[in-house]
C-alpha cells in the first residue's frame, strides 16, 4: 500500500511562515519517476492544486495565487517534498494534500493526473 504522509500545518499569523513535509516511506517505486504535487482545499471551496515538482526533468509549477511566496523542493533521498510557505495570507488557510502520479504533459494541476494522496494538514493562518 502507498502512503503518503503529509504534516506540518499549523496555526500562524499573516505574513508568517510555515513549511510542510510529504513523505512517503517504503514508496514501492522509483520516487523520482513521480511528480509530486500539493493541493489544498479551503473550507466551502473546491479544491485547488497549487505546486507541483515533477518526476524525471523536475520541473516545478506554482499557481498564480501562491507564485513568489511558496517553495516546493524534494529530498530523494528521503522521500520527501517540501512546501516552505513564507509570506502567509487569511486566504491560505486550507487543509493541504500532497499527492503522487506520473505526469504526461503539463496538465500538474489537475487531480486526476495523481494516483497517490496523503490525509491532509491543516493550515490556518490568523488575521
Known amino acids: 500500500e502507498v502512503q503518503l504522509q503529509a504534516s506540518g500545518g499549523g496555526l500562524v499569523q499573516t505574513g508568517g511562515s510555515l513549511r510542510l513535509s510529504c513523505v512517503a516511506p517504503?514508496?514501492?517505486?522509483?520516487?523520482?519517476?513521480?511528480?509530486i504535487a500539493w493541493f489544498r482545499q479551503a473550507p466551502g471551496k473546491e479544491r485547488e492544486a497549487i505546486s507541483c515538482i515533477n518526476g524525471g526533468d523536475g520541473k516545478i509549477y506554482y499557481a498564480n495565487s501562491v507564485k513568489g511566496r511558496f517553495t516546493i523542493s524534494k529530498e530523494s533521498a528521503k522521500n520527501t517534498v517540501y512546501l516552505q510557505m513564507n509570506r502567509l495570507r487569511p486566504e491560505d488557510t486550507a487543509v493541504y494534500y500532497c499527492a503522487a502520479g506520473l505526469l504526461y504533459g503539463d496538465s500538474w494541476y489537475m487531480d486526476h493526473e495523481y494516483d497517490y494522496w496523503g490525509q491532509g494538514t491543516l493550515v490556518t493562518v490568523s488575521s
Open positions: 517504503g514508496f514501492p517505486y522509483d520516487f523520482d519517476d513521480y511528480a
